[in-house]
């Protein structure tokens, strides 16, 4: 019973222990909170600015740390105030256990304590309530720390605050000023571009007037060059023309004598060649056999009149197409200029027979002549001697298709008169053309001399061409190159016509 009534006595520290609290004693008086959210609200405006996260991101950090930190101090500090409660409740249920306590009930299953070893529990008890309130106290003196410091964070982050909003009234007012020095320049820029403007175009029109005047003066100059130019051009090329015209040259033309004996000479040559072969009709005819089947009941004089053919064929090719074809290569690039200048003719290729044609062929045929007669060596004797060798190689490869015989110093004879004929014709002051009718040209059978008809007499022939033997020699002009609207026929065709069907 003695130990019973010594346990108010005990009960004394929690007594003080609640009197001596720091936390319940003197309460912290409620301060308002600012956070960084508020801050954020407060100044949207300006965070939406690239320049605002720039120049303030350091007091933003720091603000931020310092509400981290409170945070944790207010989360220390509900800690430290459920410790306190949980002992508050041990020793108070401790209290009523001394207060209750009673005697041994011997009919409980466990034995009290012992009465004498009360006071050894209450010592042990008072120990550890005694460390508890130790630690209680060490708990308050942190909290006050850590509420001193946030104090001084909340100093802090007003100063802060009050900086950022000194900087946010000088970035307005900043702007406001760079807004009114912008329209300021906008100003004096317009003035200026508009000054500029003026003066570029007064100097423009002016220049536009000076080069005008200059324009007309050199445009009335140069129509008077041009005029004057003209006129002398005029006279020149009248005096020219007249020139060539009158001008007495010490070349001696060709008389149509002359002209037809060297072609039959020619042709001469030709026939005396092939006749003097043996019956072709016996033989493989070869590279006849085409043609000879266009003549009914040919014979043997029929097949050495196509062979005949073929050689001219060859022959009017590589001499006598054109003017300057028996200079090859180099001859047709003067041909295509002749024709490029002066244009082709209704009937032929050739250019229309005038003054200016005639006399652009001769003179150059003239001087084409002079270079091949020359003793330097020439791309024109190149292509000439190529081109003669090739009407060579052509006629002996046709003959020895039809003979075994070696005829080349006849056909090379034939070949260099082809050659000197051509040339003696291109440079006639008058037209020579060496030419034939297509095969399907109509004819007049009675114009002996346009052409000579070889079918048999028993043959009844269509006036229509079907195979030319021979060409004809056209003469266009005289020998002074005058009268270039007349032709005439100096040596007629050898055809063979067209059979009827029975």
């Not at 320049?51 to 207010?74: M, N, P, T, W």
């Not at 074809?325 to 200029?337: I, K, N, P, Q, R």
């Amino acid at each position: 019973m003695g130990c019973g009534q010594s346990a108010p006595k005990e009960s004394k520290p929690s007594q003080g222990r609640n009197g001596s609290s720091p936390v319940r004693a003197n309460p912290e008086p409620p301060r308002r909170k600012l956070s960084l959210g508020t801050l954020r609200k407060e100044y949207a405006q300006h965070e939406e600015r690239p320049s605002f996260q720039e120049r303030y991101a350091g007091v933003i950090a720091y603000i931020q740390r310092l509400e981290e930190d409170r945070q944790k101090s207010e989360n220390q500090l509900q800690r430290s105030k459920i410790d306190l409660e949980r002992v508050d409740n041990v020793f108070s249920n401790v209290s009523r256990s001394v207060v209750n306590w009673k005697p041994y009930d011997r009919s409980a299953r466990r034995e009290p304590p012992e009465p004498h070893r009360v006071p050894e529990y209450i010592q042990m008890l008072q120990g550890k309530f005694d460390d508890q309130c130790s630690h209680s106290s060490r708990m308050a003196t942190n909290i006050a720390e850590l509420q001193a410091q946030i104090e001084k964070l909340r100093g802090d982050v007003d100063t802060k605050t009050t900086e950022i909003v000194r900087l946010r009234e000088k970035n307005v007012q900043d702007a406001k000023t760079h807004g009114i020095k912008i329209a300021q320049n906008n100003s004096n820029h317009d003035l200026e571009i508009t000054r500029i403007e003026n003066s570029h175009l007064n100097a423009l029109q002016g220049l536009e007037k000076t080069h005008s005047a200059k324009i007309q003066k050199m445009q009335r100059q140069f129509d008077d060059a041009s005029r004057t130019a003209r006129d002398e051009h005029n006279v020149e090329k009248s005096r020219l023309q007249n020139a060539l015209l009158t001008t007495v040259d010490g070349f001696k033309p060709m008389v149509d004598k002359v002209c037809r004996d060297q072609l039959e000479d020619l042709r001469g040559s030709i026939h005396g060649l092939v006749f003097s072969l043996d019956d072709l009709e016996r033989g493989d005819p070869g590279p006849l056999r085409s043609q000879i089947a266009k003549i009914r009941n040919p014979q043997n004089k029929d097949y050495k009149n196509v062979l005949e053919g073929c050689f001219w064929s060859i022959i009017f090719r590589g001499m006598f197409a054109t003017p300057f074809c028996s200079l090859g290569e180099y001859g047709d690039a003067f041909m295509d200029t002749w024709i490029g200048l002066f244009g082709k003719g209704k009937s032929y290729q050739w250019p229309e027979a005038d003054t200016r044609s005639e006399t652009w062929r001769y003179v150059t045929l003239e001087t084409l002549e002079q270079d091949l007669k020359s003793s330097r060596p020439s791309n024109l004797k190149s292509s000439y001697e190529a081109n003669r060798q090739s009407v060579i190689s052509s006629l002996s490869n046709l003959y020895s298709q039809v003979s075994p015989e070696n005829k080349s110093r006849e056909i090379r004879d034939i070949v260099d008169k082809a050659c000197h004929l051509a040339l003696a014709f291109g440079k006639q002051r008058c037209r020579l053309q060496v030419l034939a009718p297509q095969p399907g040209d109509p004819i007049d059978a009675r114009d002996t001399a346009a052409c000579f008809i070889l079918n048999h007499s028993s043959d009844r022939v269509i006036p229509e061409v079907q195979l030319v033997m021979k060409p004809g020699l056209l003469k266009v002009g005289d020998s002074r190159g005058g009268s270039l609207g007349s032709s005439a026929n100096m040596s007629p065709s050898a055809v063979y016509l067209k059979i009827a069907a029975n």
